[in-house]
């Protein structure tokens, strides 16, 4: 097979090893097959165009046709020109396809059908990945950056599944080892005779060169090496350094914070099953209990996380960074001094069946105590669990502040800052109009943001018609909000949702909080919050307030005394609450062994225990072991990374520095002689007796080259080897010639019959070396120093030595071969 055809073949296979990350995605395993079917063609079309042979460009171009072509008659092909040519109808039924493939992604939990939809995503995104992996490493004959998609393919995976298993990602860097491998022995193969060193048992100079004729040892099985040496760091560093957990192994800190330290980042949740899921539960099961000495209870609403992603179809929570949590948390965003407040204590406890990775906390908390792994996210103000930590049986305090606004403030509040309307009022093209300008007619009238949202949230509770109903399914797709309006009814989900997006499209930035409502209060002093407590309620900013709650869900929650319309003189000011229904009361009772099974009462786990004060916990003043830990990983990487420098420094002084031997004798008349070794311009430059020590500086000086991108071609003589040096290393004046004396020393040592002493070989590899640093620029100069080429030498002379123990020990070596064949002589045989 030719090295372009095993290209396109490994090409093919890391393509499909690194897709094979996408199967836990999906419930079935046969879109792989297709995708493998027609990726097969796909690199088949690139392997023909490059035999015609075509441009390259136009070589991608084939094979991006092709690939339409294959995709249009899979998916498209009832609305294609003869079942194969796309038209007007088949590019419309592509993005059908993708916009119910996009509903479904947001709709199911993995693993997913695998709808039309989704199939047409998953097998376009392989056709994509693996026309840039093959366009990269077989057209443009360049392996090493076609690690990009095929790393932008596995992140792909790795984030819709929560961490991919470590066999997927063991599976994606082999197929990519596969194809640098590849590739390396398909360059090596167009040098022609490749210098690897004499056999493992020949003698060698100290220069490097063989004492006789022999093969190449072949650099494959050295690749190999390195390869699996690679991949074993890849796979150990991360779960041994503590500063460098997470990464691409899903494995290694599976919390959505990354490492100890700050920074890191959050995935985006979708909450909308949990909530769904909690508030159909046929048993009102206890999930937090807290005690409070808040002046008011209906205020207390325990907020989970805030989804501010609104892109037409769903909200979720967008990508943030986290940190470690402050002692004391930063002041809420858009609150003013004038606003009045007042801080609050809360001791919550967690039953142990209650296992998510945010933490339930009053809005806006300042201060939190509680054990275990948790970080903060400071614009959406919640803590998230890190490594697997969850809310399971977990007990801490925090102290929040009950923010008091009045209706003048809200009504006076002052534009937002621009950056804060630019995120918050997004709302996409695919957003229904009938969206906008039913928020429009019900807010008619209203002179501010404040008069709207309260005109908004009336119409949802009291004036729409609404009807509150759990059973209906939440629903996604671009006019799902335009259903809710028309059909009125829905539950938390439908009314936080629209009137989030409803607000938006007034100008008014908005996002969802997803959380619980206060629960109900027992008779020991503590209030206990159940599944069905589960609520989402729109937040809406007021600059000067900050993030200010809204309730649009009749017979739901608490409207704040803020959102209510201002009431005529003499009129009572706080309206009766909604009767509680029968079933909202958590059953916590532990003779429900209904609610409570019987395995689990016995463990304890029928609900929160009896929450208690939490005292923050004392900050570490030794830090000593932490630093000293970061501070050895610094220095071994930093190690790691100097390795080639450190190695080429010691070698190029060994070569050089042997050569001195005693000083130079120049001509007694002066004068040029024969070899050309002596002149009035050598006087007082060292000379060389050994002609291995001769070998050895013409190797540094082959290696010089290779540093600054010169390979070495040893199928060449030495003074065709000088010129080459000269030609492509642009040389001049002193440093060419220094060249061509050096050329001129080693065809002594291979060729005289008596090789008569040379001086300056020293001095003449280094102002060689000099001359090709001038010539060079920025680029190939700091390769040549920090990660030169010919420190793969000590790769070859382990490998070597390693070949050289391993046949040392051999049996065959040890005569073990013989005693063995002869145990297995039968008895009459051996005598």
């Known amino acids: 097979m030719s090295g372009r055809g095993r290209l396109a073949l490994c090409a093919f296979a890391a393509t499909l090893m690194t897709a094979a990350s996408l199967l836990p995605l999906v419930d079935s395993a046969g879109w792989l097959v297709q995708a493998a079917f027609l990726l097969a063609i796909q690199c088949g079309v690139g392997a023909l165009a490059l035999r015609v042979p075509l441009a390259r460009p136009l070589t991608v171009a084939a094979q991006a046709l092709a690939a339409l072509l294959l995709l249009t008659v899979v998916f498209a092909h009832e609305q294609a020109l003869l079942w194969v040519l796309p038209g007007p109808e088949a590019f419309e039924q592509f993005s059908r396809l993708l916009t119910t493939g996009a509903d479904d992604v947001g709709r199911y939990a993995s693993p997913a059908p695998a709808t039309d939809g989704i199939k047409l995503m998953l097998i376009g995104g392989v056709l994509l990945i693996g026309l840039a992996v093959d366009a990269l ?58 210098f690897g060193g004499a056999p ?78 909690s508030l159909k539960q046929s048993e009102n099961r206890e999930v937090l209990r807290y005690r409070t000495n808040a002046p008011a209870l209906k205020d207390m609403y325990l907020r989970i996380v805030a989804l501010d992603k609104f892109n037409g179809t769903a909200w979720s929570s967008s990508q943030r960074s986290v940190g470690n949590v402050p002692e004391r948390l930063p002041e809420p965003p858009g609150l003013s001094p004038a606003v009045a407040v007042t801080e609050v204590r809360t001791n919550l406890s967690a039953a142990k069946t209650y296992r998510q990775s945010w933490l339930p906390l009053p809005y806006p908390a300042t201060k939190v105590a509680i054990d ?139 996002r969802v909080a997803v959380g619980f409502v206060p629960g109900t209060p027992q008779s020991d002093g503590t209030v206990s919050v159940g599944l069905r407590d589960a609520h989402a309620w729109p937040e809406l900013y007021f600059e000067g307030v900050g993030w200010t709650r809204f309730e649009p869900t009749p017979s739901r929650g608490n409207v704040p005394d803020y959102a209510r319309p201002q ?91 042997a050569s001195v031997r005693r000083p130079a004798k120049p001509a007694a008349d002066d004068e040029v002689s024969a070899e050309g070794f002596a002149t009035p311009a050598t006087a007082g430059r060292t000379d060389v007796d050994d002609p291995g020590r001769t070998l050895a500086i013409w190797q540094e000086v082959n290696d010089t080259a290779w540093d600054f991108g010169i390979t070495p071609d040893e199928s060449q003589t030495p003074r065709k080897a000088a010129a080459r040096i000269v030609r492509l290393g642009k040389l001049e004046d002193e440093p060419a010639a220094a060249v061509h004396r050096m050329a001129r020393a080693v065809e002594q040592v291979l060729y005289a019959p008596s090789p008569l002493p040379v001086t300056g070989l020293a001095e003449d590899a280094r102002g060689i070396r000099e001359g090709l640093r001038e010539a060079a620029d920025f680029r190939t100069r700091t390769r040549a120093l920090l990660l030169p080429p010919s420190s793969v030498r000590v790769v070859w002379a382990l490998s070597e030595r390693w070949a050289t123990l391993t046949d040392r020990w051999s049996p065959r070596r040890l005569g073990l071969d013989r005693w063995t064949a002869r145990l297995r002589l039968p008895s009459r045989q051996r005598g």
């Open 137 to 194: 490493a077989v057209t443009y004959r360049s392996a090493a950056p076609a690690g990009l998609p095929l790393l932008a393919l596995y992140s792909v995976a790795a984030g819709l599944s929560g961490g991919a298993s470590w066999i997927w990602f063991l599976l994606a860097a082999c197929g990519y080892l596969v194809l640098l491998l590849a590739e390396g022995r398909d360059r090596l193969s167009q040098w022609g005779r490749v």
């Open 200 to 277: 493992p048992g020949q003698a060698r100079t100290p220069g490097g060169f063989a004492g006789g004729s022999g093969q190449a040892t072949a650099p494959v099985r050295t690749g190999r090496r390195i390869g699996a040496l690679a991949l074993g760091v890849a796979l150990a560093v991360p779960a041994a350094l503590p500063a460098l957990n997470g990464g691409l192994l899903g494995g290694v800190g599976n919390g959505p914070g990354s490492g100890p330290g700050g920074g890191g980042t959050i995935d985006a949740v979708n909450p909308l099953v949990a909530l769904d899921d």
């Open 567 to 657: 009431a005529p003189s003499g009129s009572p000011s706080d309206p009766a609450q909604p009767e509680e229904q029968e079933s909202s009361a958590p059953s916590v009772a532990p003779t429900d062994r209904g609610a409570c099974p019987e395995p689990e009462r016995r463990l304890g786990e029928c609900g929160a225990a009896t929450p208690r004060d939490i005292e923050p916990p004392k900050a570490d003043d030794s830090m000593l072991g932490t630093v000293l830990t970061v501070g050895l990983s610094v220095v071994g990487a930093a190690l790691v990374l100097l390795l080639p420098l450190l190695w080429r420094l010691r070698t190029r002084a060994r070569r050089l520095s």
């Open 372 to 510: 275990g792994n948790w970080r903060f996210e400071p614009v959406g103000r919640g803590l998230v669990g890190d490594r697997k930590q969850t809310t399971s049986g977990v007990q801490y305090s925090a102290n929040s502040l009950v923010v008091r606004p009045t209706q003048d403030q809200l009504v006076d509040a002052p534009p937002a800052s621009a950056a804060l309307r630019r995120e918050f009022t997004q709302v996409p093209d695919a957003l229904p109009d009938d969206v906008r300008q039913t928020a429009q007619k019900v807010t008619k009238g209203a002179t501010n943001d404040w008069e709207r949202a309260v005109a908004l949230q009336d119409w949802f509770a009291e004036d729409g018609g609404f009807v509150y109903d759990t059973k209906v399914q939440s629903g996604t797709g671009a006019r799902a909000i335009s259903r809710f309006l028309k059909q009125k009814e829905g539950f938390c989900v439908h009314f936080s949702f629209s009137m989030a997006a409803m607000a938006r499209t007034l100008g008014i930035p908005a």
